[in-house]
């Protein structure tokens, strides 16, 4: 039968392991997110901005033939923007979803611009870069079956998981994070008891870009080696949306962004080892966008958002 392979152990351990490693595609994003807009900022800018990082990470990336100098300039760049879209937001009080948008703009634009200059002198040769290399975990990469699947992975898709209990802890169970969620809940409140609000939500916002900026380096540097117009996908907006069906929950933010990965995982499977739904494969590939389609209605309805998410705070 066409579909014999599906009930394959191999496929299912292909399929898992790929959707491991597209988490980091999504989770940076999401988390940096919940953390940002827990401070009552949203910013719909974070898809120019891991635009901008994966142009950035494999330029530099291509420059010093070092993945992991890749990630680190393109934080650079995301940083100076993540400042700019604070500036405006939280110091000048620009409408949130305004700024947001046009950051959005300006890192698809300029992006746009800088890679059609770096492809006319690089050359088309240069559409390919160093990689994360696979970090193998010693004895448990020897696990039949899920050995390799789990613990054959990058070190961007180790500390993505690594970051989901970290987050939740810290906004949970810190003082850090009692002041993120009290200038989202109630600024006044919290200015009152002599907690900066404008200091706080600089550090959670500036925390959201820097993350959205390893999502993106980590789609040119640490999954596909190479970077194209365009690339990210709306990925950004995908992130933003993960964070609404999470009602703010780091952990149910994981899930929801592996079923999403797992889901976008399975399609490609199975169109690969289906030549027969080749020509449907632009269809098949939006499963996971249905996917997330069909979630909001049925989430959103139970989900809270901080409550002065969105609204700049003037002390007067």
Known sequence: ?????????????????????????????SLGEIVAEKSGVV???????MLMAAFS??????????????VVGSLGVVAVMGLAFCFMTITLKVDQIVAGLGMYLFGLGLSGVLY?????????????????PKLEIPLLAQIPSIGPVLFEQNL??????????????????????????????????????????????????????????????YLAVGYTGSFQLGYTLGRGFIALSMVYLSNWNPYRAFVAV?????????QSAVVINTPALEASSYLLALLPYIFVLALIPIFGRKARAPKFLTIPYRKN
């Open 1 to 29: 039968m066409a579909f014999d392979f599906i009930f394959t152990q191999s496929f299912f351990s292909t399929v898992l392991f790929q959707a491991l490693a597209l988490l980091p595609l999504l989770l940076y994003a």
């Open 43 to 49: 910013n719909l800018g974070i898809e120019g901005m």
């Open 57 to 70: 990470s494999f330029t530099f990336d291509y420059v010093t033939k070092n993945p992991f100098a890749g």
């Open 156 to 217: 961007l898709v180790y500390l993505s998981l690594i970051l989901v209990p970290a987050t939740s802890y810290i906004l949970s169970r810190t003082g850090l994070g009692l002041r993120v969620r009290a200038v989202g809940e109630n600024p006044k409140a919290a200015d009152t008891m002599g907690i900066s609000v404008a200091r706080v939500r600089y550090a959670a916002t500036m925390t959201g870009a820097i993350l959205a900026g390893v999502s993106g380096a």
């Open 258 to 266: 592996f079923v999403y990965d797992f889901v976008d995982s399975l």
């Open 116 to 132: 059609a200059i770096f492809t006319s002198g690089a050359g088309v040769g240069a559409s390919g870069v160093p990689t994360v």
